[in-house]
């Protein structure tokens, strides 16, 4: 029979589930920026290719 001391049985539960939280909210953070970057980056083009369209077609009427 082992004899298992509770209070650092205890002690590991809650580092472990300190590291899960802030791994969670690291990985939470990261999918927030990209996801934010990426549309801004979609939205930059987009505006890019419409302007480029744009003066297109002002070259055509000049």
Known sequence: M??????NLQNLGIQA???AYVR???IKVFVNDYICFTSTSALIL???????KFMQNRAHLL
């Open 46 to 52: 987009f505006y890019f290719l419409s302007f480029s």
């Open 2 to 7: 082992q004899v298992v001391d509770l209070g």
């Open 24 to 26: 969670q909210t690291e």
């Open 17 to 19: 589930g300190e590291i």
